[in-house]
């Protein structure tokens, strides 16, 4: 197995655009999470899936960002419009139902302009 | 609500000297606790589990319940131990808290 796998790894994009990030959890896992990393804040859970059912979205920043999860091998996270404070790195994790371990992708660093 | 805490975001040590990456966190059941590590260019793993009480690459971590605290120590550091390092907490619903991480390096 690849692993958990992200794409893509880096997006420049402009203010006010539109962005969609990629994961692949590995296969079997039921937990997917999506998670933010800045400086600031470190580690922030923005979402997370089980059985391709959001559980819990407290972490969404603001409206613009949304998540998906259409089938147990896909999900998306989009930022539309983006913002320049909005620029981090985004990781996907994903984890079985019987596993303490999460087991994180290789991340996304967004840059917004 | 703060659930893990990590006051240092900066530690540089000199390597053999021992190190001490402090965590506290605020949990009311009975918690399970984590140590990650980020290498540079590498993706987040789990470094250690405290339900383990392993020892991983030197490193080990004390669950202190009186003191809310599960820091994570290394007698002598090494170059390579030089990472990002975040405590996390798993809650019910298997939602993971972390901290704000600690950039560790070890200086020649």
């Known amino acids: 197995d690849a692993g958990v796998i992200q794409s893509p790894r880096h997006e420049v994009t402009e203010m006010g655009q539109e962005v969609t990030l990629r994961c692949k959890p590995i296969?079997?896992?039921?937990?997917l999470f999506w998670y933010r990393q800045t400086m600031m804040r470190g580690l922030e859970l923005l979402i997370y899936?089980?059985?391709?059912?959001?559980?819990?979205d407290s972490g969404m920043p603001e409206d613009r960002f949304s998540a998906k999860m259409p089938n147990a091998s896909f999900s998306t996270l989009k930022i539309q419009p983006s913002e320049p404070r909005d620029s981090a790195v985004y990781f996907c994790?994903?984890?079985?139902?019987?596993?303490?371990?999460?087991?994180f992708g290789p991340g996304t660093r967004l840059t917004v302009l | 609500a703060q659930r893990v805490t990590q006051p240092e975001k900066l530690l540089s040590v000199f390597k053999g000297a021992p190190v001490e990456l402090k965590c506290n966190y605020s949990?009311?059941?009975?918690?399970?606790l984590f140590w990650y590590v980020q290498y540079s260019r590498q993706r987040l793993q789990l470094l250690l589990r405290?339900?383990s009480r392993e020892s991983i690459k030197g490193f080990t971590a004390d669950l202190n319940k009186g003191e809310t605290s599960f820091h994570l120590k290394k007698p002598f550091a090494q170059e390579e131990d030089s990472a990002m390092y975040y405590c996390?907490?798993?809650?019910?619903?298997?939602?993971?808290?972390f901290g704000t991480g600690t950039s560790l390096t070890v200086i020649p």
């Open positions: 949990y009311s059941g009975s918690p399970e």
């Open positions: 405290h339900i």
């Open positions: 994790a994903s984890r079985g139902l019987a596993d303490n371990e999460q087991f």
């Open positions: 296969s079997g896992h039921d937990y």
């Open positions: 996390a907490l798993k809650a019910p619903g298997n939602q993971f808290y």
């Open positions: 899936f089980n059985n391709n059912v959001p559980i819990d």
